[in-house]
């Protein structure tokens, strides 16, 4: 079975610095990969989907890389601001038809 | 596009009632999945479909049961609840599965006392 796994589980950091998360999984054989966003209270919300043939995708000032031989992905955040608190998720497909997440990274961005 | 949305938002239930808990979809997609989110535990699923009048089980699938009669329509159903189901439930959908992006709908908080 596909693990997920995300470094760190919490993150404090004061308003404009820039800012790496990490996902990584155990499986490199997958079709790709989704990096989410809940805020408290919410559903989650689609920030990037990185195919398998991708290194990165963009966003606005979100970034995210992936490096499926090492099984791993980082989802960098520039210039961070207050509204980017939340808990960052991301998703890799399993063996069959579905997904496996991960426990996710509570940001917190110090106005 | 109202997107993914499910109903009801919040409900109480005693241990041993019954509830459907509904999600639709208005974007034609063909897989839909239920999952269950809890403290600790992270998002886990419960049942799926990959098409109309399919299902299948998730990770965690025990104590429910689901049904798709209709593409749009996804229903996780509880016969017995019990306090263990207690949790928030999200409702997704992709178009093609694990090839494509998914979308969630805003949860329904269940708590059972």
């Known amino acids: 079975k596909q693990e997920v796994t995300q470094i760190p589980a919490a993150l404090s950091v004061p308003e404009g610095e820039n800012l790496v998360l990490n996902c990584s999984f155990t499986?490199?054989?997958?079709?790709?990969l989704q990096w989410f966003r809940q805020d408290p209270g919410k559903g989650l919300t689609s920030l990037l989907l990185?195919?398998?043939?991708?290194r990165e995708q963009t966003s606005g000032r979100l970034n995210a890389s992936l490096d499926k031989s090492s099984g791993r992905s980082t989802l960098y955040i520039a210039a961070s601001q207050p509204g980017d608190s939340a808990t960052y998720l991301c998703?890799?497909?399993?063996?069959?038809?579905?997904?496996?997440f991960g426990p996710g990274t509570r940001l917190s961005v110090l106005p | 596009n109202a997107g993914v949305t499910q109903t009801p938002k919040f409900r109480v239930l005693k241990t041993g009632q019954s509830m459907t808990l509904l999600c639709a979809q208005d974007?034609?997609?063909?897989?839909m999945y239920w999952y269950r989110q809890d403290p600790g535990m992270g998002l886990r699923l419960i049942h799926y479909?990959?098409?109309?009048?399919?299902?299948a089980k998730g990770e965690v699938p025990d104590g429910y049961n689901v049904s798709r009669l209709k593409k749009q329509n996804f229903l996780l159903g509880l016969e017995s609840a019990a306090p263990s189901q207690t949790s928030v439930y999200f409702c997704?959908?992709?178009?093609?599965?694990?090839?494509?992006?998914?979308?969630f709908g805003p949860g329904t908080r269940l708590t059972v006392t």
């Open positions: 499986d490199s054989a997958i079709y790709n």
């Open positions: 997704a959908s992709s178009y093609s599965g694990v090839v494509d992006e998914q979308y």
């Open positions: 990185i195919q398998s043939s991708q």
């Open positions: 998703a890799v497909p399993n063996y069959g038809q579905n997904f496996v």
């Open positions: 479909s990959v098409g109309e009048g399919t299902t």
């Open positions: 974007m034609n997609h063909e897989y």
